[in-house]
């Protein structure tokens, strides 16, 4: 290959994403580059490397190109080198940080570098505003309060220039600062304007938005965290070099009362653990891990193989303890090199953090499922509600339920129908019953292909019911596999249908979620009952309900038959999903007629989530408030423990549109 070719690829490389593809491009490319003798090319890759490493997730490998390159610079100036050599200076940031993070690297190589920083940047005339930033970092690492503040107010009046950081990672520095020492009006205040203008940086504006996190939210505003949260982490998530700042997203979603969002964060970045871009961002993630595992109660996590050790479901408390260790092991090394303790103090709030205050909804699909008070909701203090008292009582999986009798000779086939209808029927018991039952009998066993495809996808059934859209996905195409190998085109095509819906929900979101539920859809007319037919068209009306598509939505269901196949549960849920496109379409009166026969078959079925949603939906549709307060006493008897809130929340605002604001409060105790 010609050096203009080698070129060729250099450029080519230039352009593509960070991460690990680009890397081992990178790296063949060096190999060739050293191969042909090409200094300029040779000095000019490495340059690249450095960047690539940087934001790839492999610090340790930029400080050889950098040195390299610096010792290249030195040894024979050449007229190449000075247009790169603003670049250089630039990179001398990127090693000031980094060398911070591996504690097998002595502080005062960190201190030396900052000191050639520091002659080079006054040998060139520039400005001295960065190496001031780098040294604060210095100081507030190793816990120097008066050094830290003594660096910030120097970098603080020290004029910018074109070596300065960017208008979003200055300020991004700054709030981190600020809310560390307990002035989070001022950092919220110090972003406001950096985030209305227009940041084009590769780490902007994700990385100021998750420093904001914590004074968003300890200054009372609990929907710019939110929100933060969302934009931020989306685009943090498939970054591997980002693994601290994900970690304090599982941080946030921990303090804000969302266990399982941080469990299923935890769950997905848990394998960069083995492959972490540096002792410190593991350090940080581990402890913020552990501590969103110690408030997950009885669960499981799902651990991928590694070098070692085999894929498998981890119990959470375990793995909060273990990675508790690695934290503390990792902060006990940085001390041990800085001489100081504040590693190991910083460490120890971040394993102590659980939620705390008010919690903030993420979503709708992300909920925290609260205690249930034992207090029976009242009008007045010690007094029944008279509409309470008139509501139905329906089967709602209140209170302590008889432990499930699953037969005996049931083979594994059978547990996994019985498993099957029960979901189907809301009947979660019966549900998870069946599922242990088969995993005690059979869960070692060989199988076959469409019976570990069936365990499959009702392993994803369970996941989806925890939140966990990620795990759900990964499971249900692996279903999906098997059931096409063992030539069960019915059953694929059903868990496919249901993977396009998980899709359409997840933060991965694409145009592959729709027509994986429209496929399913199509093949399910040609080759399935009338009951899969029916729900297959329905799972299209949800794909479509949750990319806001209300009229293509509604469509979509008018292809479904007005029995639903012969199936009453699936006519319910139908029906309540026909109201809720209706009242977003604002056709009101047929919107209150759907959710209204919703509520009418859930309570002959004895279907708490149903007759629930459909209660709550009544009421946002009625105008006699006297109504809304009626189908919210009954949603509130059927109400699963995790939905009690909103009915609670819609039944005070009914109760004040009505004109009884004492009862409204009281609805609340």
């Keep these: 290959m010609s050096d203009e070719d080698l070129w060729r690829v250099l450029r080519g490389i230039a352009d593509m994403p960070y991460g690990a593809g680009q890397i081992a491009a990178l790296e063949q490319l060096l190999r060739r580059v050293d191969a042909a003798d090409d200094r300029h090319l040779a000095f000019v890759t490495r340059m690249q490397a450095t960047t690539g490493y940087i934001y790839g997730g492999e610090p340790a490998k930029s400080f050889v190109t950098f040195s390299w390159c610096l010792s290249e610079f030195d040894r024979d100036p050449q007229p190449y080198h000075q247009r790169h050599l603003h670049q250089l200076l630039w990179h001398f940031k990127y090693m000031a940080s980094g060398l911070l993070k591996f504690p097998e690297v002595p502080l005062d190589r960190t201190y030396a570098v900052l000191d050639d920083m520091e002659r080079r940047y006054r040998a060139g005339g520039h ?39 960017c208008a979003g990672c200055d300020p991004t520095s700054q709030v981190s600062y600020l809310a560390d020492t307990g002035r989070d009006a001022e950092a919220v205040a110090l972003a406001e304007p950096v985030l209305a203008g227009r940041l084009t940086c590769t780490e902007q504006p994700q990385a100021i938005l998750t420093a904001l996190l914590l004074p968003y939210l300890r200054t009372g505003r609990a929907e710019e965290a939110r929100d933060a949260h969302r934009e931020a982490y989306r685009r943090l998530r498939g970054n591997l070099a980002d693994l601290w700042d994900i970690a304090d997203h599982v941080e946030f979603c921990t303090l804000t009362g969302n266990e399982a969002r941080a469990v299923e964060l ?121 509409s309470t008292e008139r509501a139905e009582r329906v089967r ?14 049931a083979g594994p086939d059978d547990l996994l129908d019985l498993a099957e209808q029960s979901w189907g029927r809301h009947d979660r018991a019966t549900f998870r019953a069946a599922l242990v039952a088969f995993d005690d009998r059979f869960g070692s066993a060989e199988l076959p292909a469409r019976t570990s495809a069936h365990r ?135 919107a209150r007629a759907a959710v209204d026969e919703a509520r009418r078959i859930g309570r002959e079925l004895g279907v708490g989530e149903v007759v629930t949603g459909a209660g709550l939906a009544y009421a946002r549709l009625v105008d006699d408030p006297a109504d809304a307060v009626a189908a919210c006493d009954e949603a509130l008897e059927a109400a699963p423990a995790d939905a009690e809130l909103p009915v609670r929340v819609a039944r005070g605002r009914a109760l004040l549109a009505a004109g009884r604001a004492r009862a409204a409060v009281y609805g609340f105790v």
Excluded: C
């Design 396 to 409: 709602s999986g209140k209170g302590e339920r008889p432990a499930v009798a699953v037969p005996a000779d």
């Design 456 to 590: 499959l996808a009702l392993r994803a059934s369970e996941r989806g019911d925890e939140d966990d859209i990620d795990g759900a996905i990964k499971l249900n195409r692996a279903a999906v596999e098997l059931y096409r190998e063992a030539g069960e085109e019915v059953a694929a095509q059903t868990v496919a249908g249901r993977l396009g819906v998980l899709l359409t929900r997840s933060d991965e979101e694409t145009e592959e979620g729709l027509l994986l539920a429209r496929e399913a859809a199509e093949v399910l007319d040609r080759l399935g009952d009338a009951g899969q037919r029916a729900a297959g068209h329905d799972r299209v009306a949800l794909a479509l309900l949750h990319r806001e598509r209300w009229a293509d939505a509604l469509a979509a269901l008018d292809r479904v038959p007005a029995d639903a196949g012969g199936d009453r549960h699936l006519a319910a849920r139908i029906a309540l999903h026909r109201g809720h496109l209706l009242e977003q379409l604002d056709r009101v009166d047929e």
């Design 266 to 386: 935890v769950e997905r970045h848990l394998d960069w653990l083995d492959r972490p871009p540096s002792p410190a961002a593991a350090m940080h993630f581990a402890a913020a891990a552990s501590a969103a595992l110690r408030q997950a109660g009885p669960s499981t996590v799902y651990r991928r193989a590694a070098e070692g050790r085999p894929a498998a479901e981890v119990s959470a408390a375990s793995l909060a303890d273990e990675l508790a260790e690695t934290a503390a092991g990792l902060a006990a090394r940085f001390d041990a090199r800085n001489g100081t303790s504040q590693q190991s103090e910083w460490i120890a709030r971040r394993l102590a953090v659980q939620a705390s205050g008010e919690h903030v909804p993420l979503s709708a699909s992300v909920r925290r499922r609260p205690a249930r008070p034992t207090r029976p909701v009242t009008d007045e203090p010690g007094t029944p509600a008279s």
């Design 127 to 165: 400005s001295l505003q960065a190496v001031h930033k780098h040294r604060f970092r210095v100081a507030e690492h190793v816990g120097d309060v008066e050094a830290a503040a003594h660096w910030y107010r120097l970098w603080q009046t020290t004029p910018r220039d074109e070596l300065s950081d």
